[in-house]
């Protein structure tokens, strides 16, 4: 069994961690506890909308071994492994093949896939994928598409499937901070979910970097007697092009209708009901004074029942200003 639990203050933390596989923390500093579990992994964005910390927890009810590995600081048990790796930039020589982020990402995606093998876990099924500057261009390409090329290398690299059944996944930009991935991985394959009003990611044209981002727009992951499901990050996109550029208020609506049209396409290939209120969202602004719009927005589409926090960040495309993501526990 999985849970997920989200607080916002170290008051709300849970004294014993020993059930927690992992958590992302958009804070300032770590708590020491966290810190002493092994899987706690550092976001440098800030949290909105009166908030200073924002703890994203996945909790387990087996006896849980916390393990490192080359880079990866991770914890399983005999059905679920959570892992985490932060990698600097500078310890990457750049070359005419590849930018240091390129080889960066390329090292942390090869990497968890070698010990996913080694301990016998074949399926991710979320990653979570963090970096700086992710709209600047550098090595004449811009950054998020460096990743995506040595992201693209990994997968291929270790002939793990590019197309169809590819994990749920976000990828943000922070002002600072080394490449911080996180990933969940299990013994069992998550149920790929992708959106009608949209061209699956993996099958963006080529004006959209040399290789194509790597995830599908949801998954369904099955975890004994009940399922989690995970909403990648999902932002006004139509097809494969962005709508409204220069208008918050009307990207956000475009990104609850495609959330809508990918919990229709869940509910259709799962026969589970799936409503906008039924998620936990962490939603992610690229310009904090667009707060109010978007969380009015929110509010007004999802009702009283909505469970939102609201974070700083930088969106994959430079025209984006708002990005969706989030979570539900199905029984």
């Avoid at 500093?29 to 949290?47: K, R």
């Avoid at 996945?58 to 059905?79: K, M, P, S, W």
């Avoid at 990648?232 to 409204?244: D, F, M, P, R």
């Avoid at 809508?260 to 962490?282: N, P, W």
Wanted: net charge negative; glycine share 6%; charged share 20%.
């Amino acid at each position: 069994m999985l849970k997920v639990s989200y607080c916002n203050t170290s008051a709300q933390l849970p004294h014993d961690l020993s059930g927690v596989l992992g958590t992302l923390c958009f804070v300032p500093d770590i708590p020491e506890a966290l810190i002493a579990s092994g899987t706690a992994m550092q976001i440098m964005m800030p949290v909105l909308d009166g908030q200073t910390h924002l703890f994203e927890m996945f909790h387990a009810d087996n006896a849980l071994t916390t393990q490192v590995e080359g880079d990866i600081c991770y914890r399983f048990n005999e059905h679920l492994l959570f892992g985490v790796v932060t990698l600097d930039e500078a310890r990457f020589a750049s070359s005419a093949e590849s930018s240091p982020l390129q080889a960066a990402s390329r090292s942390a995606y090869e990497q968890i896939f070698a010990l996913l093998d080694s301990h016998d876990f074949p399926f991710v099924l979320r990653f979570w994928n963090y970096m700086a500057d992710i709209n600047s261009v550098s090595h004449e390409l811009e950054r998020y598409r460096q990743f995506n090329l040595g992201r693209q290398q990994a997968f291929s690299a270790k002939e793990k499937e590019r197309a169809g059944n590819v994990p749920a996944a976000c990828a943000l930009g922070a002002s600072k901070g080394p490449l911080t991935i996180a990933f969940l991985a299990g013994r069992t394959p998550s149920l790929p979910i992708e959106n009608p009003r949209q061209v699956s990611a993996y099958d963006y044209p080529v004006q959209y970097g040399p290789r194509s981002p790597l995830f599908s727009r949801a998954s369904v992951a099955p975890l004994g007697d009940a399922s989690l499901f995970f909403l990648s990050g999902t932002a006004s996109i139509v097809g494969h092009e962005t709508l409204h550029p220069n208008d918050v208020a009307a990207q956000t609506e475009e990104s609850l209708t495609n959330v809508e049209a990918v919990l229709d396409e869940a509910c259709r290939k799962t026969g589970k009901q799936f409503e906008l209120a039924s998620l936990d969202y962490i939603v992610y602004i690229r310009h904090p004074t667009d707060l109010p719009a978007i969380k009015n927005i929110m509010e007004r589409r999802i009702g009283p029942n909505l469970k939102a926090a609201y974070v700083q960040a930088d969106i994959c495309r430079s025209d984006l200003l708002v990005e969706i993501e989030g979570s539900a526990e199905l029984s």
